[in-house]
């Protein structure tokens, strides 16, 4: 079936360092694509999305790649900090899906002070 | 920002018997929300889609009579587990959208075990 996955289930930085986190998706037909920070016992929270026209799209301190001829998201977060901590899910919504996210495996941030 | 609020954060039950968690979205009307679960260390996976006033639409593998879902106002969902086995016990979470992806705010979570 179609799928959301991650390369690393694990990610540790340490404080100031950028980080980078990849997701490779398998529904050419998605055309919208959220991040999401989940900390521990608590619901997603929204970081950034971007559609499949775009290629790029730039929040505070964080910024988001599509590839869409290799099927990658990446969100890229400037200066790390302590509070940003937490797993990361990258999902998508297929077109003509009424809003439904399939979500990625999940990424676990670590950041070393 | 829009708020979801989810009820309890956390149960305990014993087998057999059931079990409602609540899902209001407090400062907007939320024609359609939806139910996750989330296993340890996992991801989440989408159970059912509930729209109100309507039957809610459940994903492939999903039991209808087991997971009861009532979407009977604009502001409140309700996920009732019934008969409830040690291998429901998971994190469930809702959201609810405002009819654009990015409006669909998640609540904080419910974390059941079943003894």
């Known amino acids: 079936g179609e799928s959301v996955g991650l390369h690393l289930p694990t990610l540790s930085v340490q404080e100031g360092d950028n980080s980078i986190i990849n997701c490779a998706y398998s529904?050419?037909?998605?055309?919208?694509f959220i991040w999401y920070k989940q900390e521990s016992g608590k619901g997603p929270q929204f970081i950034i999305d971007?559609?499949?026209?775009?290629d790029k799209r730039q929040g505070q301190r964080v910024t988001v790649l599509l590839n869409k001829t290799v099927k990658h998201l990446s969100l890229q977060i400037a200066a790390t900090q302590p509070g940003d901590s937490a797993v990361y899910f990258c999902?998508?919504?297929?077109?003509?899906?009424?809003?439904?996210?399939?979500f990625g495996s999940g990424t676990r941030l670590l950041v070393r002070p | 920002g829009a708020v979801v609020s989810q009820h309890p954060s956390w149960v305990i039950c014993k087998s057999g018997t059931s079990v409602k968690i609540e899902c209001r979205s407090l400062?907007?009307?939320?024609?359609?929300m939806f139910w996750y679960r989330q296993f340890p260390k996992q991801s989440l996976m989408l159970m059912a889609t509930?729209?109100?006033?309507?039957?809610?639409?459940?994903e492939q593998g999903v039991e209808k009579d087991k997971f009861l879902i009532n979407h009977a106002s604009l502001t409140l969902s309700t996920l009732t587990v019934t008969s409830a086995h040690p291998e429901d016990s998971s994190f469930y979470i809702c959201?609810?959208?405002?009819?654009?992806?990015?409006?669909?705010?998640f609540g904080s979570g419910t974390r059941l075990t079943v003894v």
């Open positions: 999902a998508e919504i297929p077109m003509d899906s009424s809003y439904k996210l399939i």
């Open positions: 971007i559609r499949s026209n775009m």
């Open positions: 509930s729209n109100e006033g309507s039957k809610a639409t459940y």
């Open positions: 400062d907007f009307q939320a024609t359609t």
């Open positions: 529904n050419s037909a998605s055309d919208y």
């Open positions: 959201s609810a959208g405002q009819g654009t992806p990015r409006g669909y705010t």
